[in-house]
């Protein structure tokens, strides 16, 4: 892209279809924003004129700025349809806003001038302040086209050295006069309308080649991205495979089928199959970061009941709690509530929850899973006794690849990606899920989802706050981490 600026010289960008699309763009912007402010301060202007001046001229004057406004609608409407990869209407564009910019110009000065051809002497200073506004506004708001200020600014500067002169054409005036100074003072205003102009569109290009540098960035970072998640995917699929039959294997082995596994193989298997499990794990969890990042993964939303799918999800769970000693109570409300979600990726939150209560407890440490409500959404927390969470982590306990203990000494296995997954499910679900925790004390991990009124409605009235169940002993099954 630089290299394209080198090739455009610096007054000629709109030969540069990007640059010339991007200042028609700008161009139409600023033009709708400012138009009516300008036509005020002209119908300001023309009123003045008006009461001191010819009023015949100064309406035919007026209607021809007016005129020239209508043009520059009727440009801005048609670049607000224009497909910008068609670069022959931008080229067309360019012409419309050049001869509107000669005719509202033309106008303008001719107005001015005949404003000073009225007035005997004295230095014109009315329409010179006129000019000296008319060409600070163009400065300001046509910076983005500098081929279009200048023709513009040129206009005004014939303008400007014609008043002048007016005076030192009609009195012949010795040089100390103050007609003179007058004329000097018009070209010290002219070199600093031209700089400034020069200043405003330097600026602009700035701007246009910073906006570049962002979008090349943008792309490259876009690219990066879409190979750093292809090829996540292409890893953990590869993985997948493998990864199934040996464990298949090791199961079969286990089973004792392929006939008597030795007391020590037996401890080395097992050893085998749990790093099998945990590898299989990341791999899933690493397919489910991919998924959701890329916005592939799909939801089957269906009419849930909370409770039979907070019960599922303990049961399912309840054979990593017994293994780690961890008793679990539940706390439901008696009468049901229902939720459009999809059942397994919930059970997969519920799971992560679960397990993450139970690998952070203490040793025959207590957790309690409650549901309740305040009728609109309904809230599922998990609670446990077990380390807690210092405040210091809370930025981070919800990103990817992120452990509050992230050393290699660290005794809890886990991936640092479960929470980031069950929050993009969360939210896909119209949900939030969040936590309290006091470090060393416990933790309180909730989500809170969207009650399907549906099932609200059948409910009787009063019936909405839930009643606490009696806790209960849950069976076993297997946990994940
Ligand atoms: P993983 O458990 O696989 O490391 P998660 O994303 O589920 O990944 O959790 C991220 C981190 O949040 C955990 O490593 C742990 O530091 C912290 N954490 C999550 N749940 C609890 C909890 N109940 N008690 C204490 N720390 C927790």
């Known amino acids: 892209m630089s290299g394209l600026n080198a090739f455009w010289p610096k007054w000629f960008t709109w030969m540069d279809p990007l640059s010339r699309t991007q200042q028609i763009k700008d161009y139409v912007a600023l033009a709708n924003k400012v138009r009516w402010q300008r036509q005020g301060s002209f119908l300001v202007a ?14 035919v004057c007026y209607l021809g700025v007016f005129f020239s406004d209508v043009l520059d609608l009727l440009m801005c409407a048609k670049a607000a349809s224009w497909d910008v990869k068609n670069q022959k209407v931008a080229v067309r564009l360019m012409i419309w806003i050049a001869v509107n910019t000669v005719i509202s110009a033309v106008t303008i000065c001719t107005f001015i001038i005949c404003i000073a051809l009225q007035q005997p ?26 081929g279009i200020l200048l023709l513009r600014l040129s206009i005004y500067g014939v303008t400007f050295l014609f008043i002048a002169f007016l005076d030192v054409l009609r009195y012949h005036p010795s040089l100390s006069s103050p007609i003179w100074l007058n004329l000097f003072t018009v070209f010290f205003v002219l070199y600093f309308m031209i700089d400034i102009s020069l200043k405003f569109s330097q600026n602009y290009k700035e701007q246009l080649d ?21 090829f996540i995917s292409t890893v953990s699929h590869e993985l997948r495979t493998p990864l199934t039959s040996i464990k298949g294997s090791l199961d079969l082995a286990n089973s004792g089928l392929l006939g008597e596994v030795p007391e020590k193989l037996k401890r080395v298997l097992g050893i085998a199959v749990k790093n099998g499990q945990r590898l299989e794990k990341l791999v899933n969890d690493l397919l489910d970061v991919q998924k959701i990042e890329a916005g592939k993964m799909e ?9 039979e799918l907070v019960k599922e999800s303990i049961e399912s769970a309840t054979g990593y709690a017994e293994k ?12 049901e509530m229902f939720i459009q979600g999809d059942h397994s990726r919930l059970v997969q939150v519920m799971n992560n929850l679960l397990s993450n209560a139970f690998k952070f407890s203490n040793e025959n440490g207590s957790v309690q899973v409650r549901v309740t409500s305040d009728g609109d959404h309904v809230r599922i927390s998990v609670q446990d006794e077990g380390l807690g969470i210092p405040e ?3 930025d981070r306990i919800f990103r990817s690849f992120s452990q509050v ?38 933790s309180t991990f909730y989500i809170e989802l969207p009650l399907s009124h549906v099932g609200i409605a059948e409910l009787p009235p009063g019936d909405r706050a839930p009643r606490e169940l009696p806790p209960s002993r849950n069976r076993a099954a297997n946990g994940t981490g």
């Open 46 to 59: 023309a009123v003045l004129a008006g009461c001191y001046f010819n009023p015949v001229i100064t309406l």
């Open 121 to 146: 002497s004295g230095g014109h200073f009315t329409p010179l302040i006129f000019l000296f506004s008319a060409s600070l506004f163009a400065t300001m708001y046509n910076s983005q086209m500098m």
């Open 210 to 230: 910073r906006l570049r540098i962002i979008k090349e960035e943008s792309e490259k970072a876009k690219i990066a991205s879409e190979i750093k998640s292809q």
């Open 299 to 307: 939801f089957q939303l269906e009419r849930l009941n909370v409770n």
């Open 324 to 335: 780690l000693g961890i008793h679990v109570t539940t706390i439901l409300p008696a009468r």
């Open 392 to 394: 210091s982590a809370r």
């Open 405 to 442: 203990d992230s050393s290699d000494r660290r005794k809890v296995e886990g991936t640092g990606l479960g929470l980031n997954i069950a929050k993009q499910i969360v939210e896909r679900h119209a949900g939030t899920i969040d936590y309290t925790s006091e470090h060393g004390v416990g």
